[in-house]
């Protein structure tokens, strides 16, 4: 009881809003954060599925768990809201208090761990709290609330110990619920656990390797494993419709940790003296921060010179006593799993490659996260050493306790280091709620579309939310349960976006995900009036031809029918054949193509000649190796101007996975010795300008030749594609001020977009 009570008075003094407003404000209003809360209550109040949450992604909606709407709190609200009373309203307040009642039970979990290690009660109190609040994870709680549940290595840690002491199936029992009910928190508990487990049962064979042992081992790694994971494949994966998600999300390379991020932290001061004054400390990536604190990393050093001054003929862990092998078997489980968070091998230079015959490795975009066992690990060995060490004799007792102290005062810069305290927000607020504005039948729309538009999760196209954009749409789709079409989710099948993206394209092709929607209602299109004014070119037309509805300085809905999307295609084509018959005078011809100019000041190469697997038109197409790049024009443009703004547009195949995570480069360089002038690289996914329905994408790059006696090089690679070609068809390179045109039979065509005429009146 004594640190429950404790864990309780500092639960309150460091989270009082939590206490105050548990359920009238948010502790990110923005971003990942805000999505969370979004995602439980829609899932909770609106989906009629425990399994698929229809929010976001709309017509296609996503799982519940890749969504993160943290099925086993959401669907307890759900249940108890459709059976018993509704409580859908409290959602947030409810996930606020799990997150607490989670760093409690961590903090309980090592305390009894500790106990049963022969620890004081007054020593393992002390220590659970240091360490609990030191924990990485805690840092999770400004956004990744999912993560932020701290308790569950700390249960499995203390489980594991049990099952060390009886070997009874029901400790295995609990620790198969225990790793089925956090990973429908988030599913990187699923993968940290099972990673876990998996090392623990190897160290334990090889503690003291018996054949005899293994059909035990078996038996208790089937439940506490392979159980749950059966459980998630039948749940989650069985029977999938979607045969498109990537393979190799994008991170893997980035998202890792380093020795840094484990055994230094800028938190504390002295780490922050010492990068000002001694050496610079290598910053690092959030997602590999764990950092162990001081008297870990200094015990850590200890236990391995010991070892090592031992010949490695005892144990590394020496306490302990009965439960020395269980201590040592974590350790080396622990280990084996930091030495993952770094990535090795594959980060190591020259082994990047391995990752490609990794299987389902390569689906850990974060594998920094995957140090947090070693934290936890290396405490509780840590400070059972120093207290096996300091036991019966005063001095040492002395420097234990100062230890000690040395645990609280980092825990404590480390938990008030990141701001984690409530925000309001107006929209949630009785009288400002978006379902109190007059005048607007939410029930006659089917959805909501957005601007700037938001699409994350492929991981082959980004269209990142924008200032207030998410959390207003968020806020709009939970208070009048109209789904968005837009999307902030996790391994988002290619097709489905791709199918999304053309919705808020420049007119091009009717969207096909019209076909897709289950009725002819209109779209409630909500527009952020300051981010729209930064990008009006981009997302303009998306607004002619809407009804406003509603609008304030912040934000603006519009009614957009449905038949709006082919009007403006029709009207486009129209533009175009009105331009032709009747600009005569103002039209150059060169060759097949009509330009403003009247000389020849673009570049025009169909690849109609060269033979590939895939083409946009003509038969033909540019196809070459992605790693080694495939030069789509290599010489000076006709009529090259310095200083002048050009267009470099090429359509693209995108319908297959990484495809559009590829980089575009142009290079300017003088002919004698080809030395560099100047050169631009772009992300292909963030120059996507038209879609059309067969996966091929237009392509343009804005791009300023510094002189006129230049080359220019344009190329296009791909160095994740392991070998695969890349596709490229229909080159222009024109001047950004020039418009060129062409009419063919049955079609007209400009600047690289090319419409049929046929339905067109």
């Not at 070459?624 to 090429?650: C, H, L, M």
Request: proline residues 5%; aromatic residues 18%; charged residues 15%.
């Amino acid at each position: 009881m004594v640190i429950l009570a404790l864990m309780a008075v500092l639960l309150w003094a460091r989270f009082p809003d939590f206490f105050e407003y548990p359920n009238s404000r948010v502790i990110e209003p923005y971003g990942d954060g805000y999505k969370v809360y979004a995602v439980m209550e829609y899932h909770a109040r609106y989906d009629t599925s425990c399994t698929y949450y229809q929010g976001m992604n709309y017509p296609y909606g996503e799982h519940v768990i890749p969504a993160d709407a943290q099925p086993l709190i959401s669907n307890a609200i759900k249940f108890i809201s459709t059976h018993f009373v509704d409580i859908t309203g409290y959602t947030r307040g409810i996930l606020h208090f799990s997150l607490l009642l989670s760093i409690l039970l961590c903090a309980l979990f090592l305390f009894r761990i500790f106990f049963r290690l022969d620890m004081p009660v007054w020593w393992a109190v002390a220590v659970a709290v240091g360490v609990t609040f030191l924990s990485p994870q805690l840092h999770r709680l400004v956004s990744h609330y999912g993560l932020s549940h701290a308790s569950a290595l700390a249960m499995v840690l203390y489980l594991l110990l049990r099952l060390d002491e009886n070997k009874s199936w029901r400790a295995s029992a609990w620790i198969a619920l225990v790793v089925l009910c956090f990973s429908m928190l988030h599913f990187y508990f699923f993968a940290i656990l099972a990673f876990f487990l998996s090392f623990y049962f190897l160290a334990s064979f090889l503690w003291r390797p018996r054949w005899r042992k293994i059909p035990r081992y078996a038996f208790h790694y089937s439940i506490q494993v392979l159980l749950p994971l059966a459980f998630f494949y039948l749940w989650m994966y069985h029977g999938d419709p979607a045969e498109d998600r990537t393979g190799q999300p994008w991170g893997f390379f980035v998202f890792h940790s380093i020795w840094e991020g484990v055994f230094t932290s800028l938190y504390q001061p002295h780490f922050q003296w010492v990068d000002e004054q001694v050496i610079k400390i290598e910053s690092v990536q959030y997602e590999g921060t764990a950092y162990i604190g001081l008297v870990a990393a200094l015990g850590s050093l200890f236990l391995l010179v010991r070892w090592m001054a031992g010949l490695f003929r005892r144990p590394i862990v020496r306490a302990g006593g009965a439960h020395n092998g269980y201590l040592n078997k974590i350790f080396w489980a622990a280990l084996i799993l930091l030495l993952f968070s770094f990535g090795y091998p594959f980060t190591i230079p020259g082994l990047e490659w391995l990752l490609d015959y990794a299987g389902p490795v390569r689906q850990f975009r974060s594998v920094g996260r995957f140090n947090w066992a070693f934290y936890y690990v290396i405490n509780i060995i840590v400070f059972a050493e120093l207290w096996s060490w300091a036991k019966g004799k005063p001095w040492r007792t002395g420097i234990a306790v100062a230890a000690l102290a040395l645990l609280w005062f980092e825990a404590w810069n480390s938990i008030n280091a990141v701001k984690i305290d409530l925000d309001e927000v107006p929209e949630l607020q009785p009288g400002n709620r978006y379902s109190e504005i007059e005048g607007i039948n939410y029930n006659e729309f089917q959805a909501i579309l957005t601007v700037p538009y938001f699409n994350v999760g492929s991981d082959n196209i980004w269209f990142h939310g924008e200032g207030e954009i998410v959390p207003r749409s968020l806020a709009l789709s939970t208070q009048t349960g109209l789904p968005t079409t837009s999307a902030m989710l996790t391994r988002t099948p290619l097709g489905q976006t791709l199918r999304q993206v053309q919705l808020i394209l420049e007119p091009y092709r009717r969207p096909a995900i019209l076909d897709d929607f289950p009725n002819d209602k209109p779209l409630l299109l909500m527009l952020a009036n300051y981010q729209y004014d930064q990008q009006k070119g981009r997302y303009q037309h998306l607004v002619e031809g809407t009804q406003l509805l509603y609008e304030t300085p912040a934000y603006r809905l519009f009614r957009l029918p449905l038949g709006l999307f082919e009007e403006r295609i029709g009207a486009r084509v129209r533009e175009i054949v009105h331009t032709l018959d009747t600009d005569t005078l103002s039209l150059f011809s060169h060759g097949a193509f009509l330009s403003r100019d009247s000389n020849r000041t673009f570049f025009y190469e169909s690849f109609d000649s060269l033979a590939a697997g895939q083409y946009y038109r003509g038969g033909g197409a540019k196809r070459g190796a992605a790693g080694d790049g495939v030069v789509v024009f290599d010489g000076a443009i006709p009529g090259q101007a310095a200083q002048g703004w050009y267009t470099f547009s090429v359509w693209m195949y995108l319908g297959e996975d990484l495809r559009a995570r590829s980089e575009a480069q142009i290079l300017e360089y003088l002919p004698e010795g080809e030395q560099e002038v100047f050169q631009q690289r772009f992300h292909v996914y963030g120059h996507v300008q038209a879609l059309d329905d067969n996966g091929w994408g237009l392509l343009e790059f804005r791009f300023i030749p510094q002189r006129a006696d230049s080359r220019i090089r344009f190329a296009i690679r791909n160095e994740e594609l392991n070998g695969k070609p890349l596709y490229l068809d229909e080159l222009l390179i024109r001047q950004e001020i020039d418009q060129v045109y062409q009419r063919g039979a049955g079609f007209v065509w400009m600047n690289n977009r090319w419409f049929p005429l046929e339905g067109v009146d």
